[in-house]
């Protein structure tokens, strides 16, 4: 008798896996946690306006998402799409210092903006991308509140 248990064991587990196997689980979509956001976070204090910090992160970000696709060619091309992006980076930042009291943080965010322009009319944008882009948002550190 006990080799027959042991026997029926393995097809017992064979048996439920096989059957296993052809089941679909139902999982409710309140149950699986939303993907992450992008979208720009409330940091709102004296004299700066609810999402302007977070916006211009994000433009800043975007930006160089896009510059990254442009920065492995060197075609003309490429060079037009750079300044391209980087004038209309240059655009969004301005429009949020419009919307912004604090004297350090529009200091700020017309650097930003001016540097952007800047990297806009080199002849080689890449050399601003390798260069001084990588550290223009830190003009935004300790500006924005929390």
Same mark, same amino acid.
């Given at each position: ?58 433009? *800043? !970000?975007? &930006? +160089? ?5 442009? #920065?492995?060619?060197?075609? @003309? ?5 750079? %300044? ?31 540097? *952007? !322009?800047? &990297? +806009? ?5 890449? #050399?601003?991308?390798?260069? @001084? ?5 830190? %003009? ?7």
């Amino acid at each position: 008798m006990p080799r027959r248990r042991l026997t029926l064991l393995p097809l017992a587990l064979a048996a439920t896996a096989a059957l296993a196997a052809g089941c679909e689980i139902d999982i409710a979509p309140e149950a699986i946690p939303a993907p992450i956001s992008i979208a720009p976070t409330p940091s709102a204090s004296a004299g700066v306006p609810k999402y302007v910090c977070s916006a211009v992160y994000k433009t *800043l !970000t975007d &930006g +160089a998402l896009k510059l990254a696709q442009y #920065a492995a060619s060197s075609s @003309d091309e490429a060079k037009a799409n750079m %300044k391209r992006t980087f004038t209309d980076m240059a655009a969004q930042v301005d429009a949020e210092v419009a919307r912004v009291s604090d004297p350090q943080l529009r200091t700020a965010l017309q650097d930003i903006s001016a540097d *952007l !322009t800047a &990297g +806009a009319q080199q002849s080689d944008p890449a #050399a601003y991308i390798e260069g @001084d882009f990588q550290t223009v948002g830190q %003009k935004l550190d300790g500006k924005c509140g929390e």
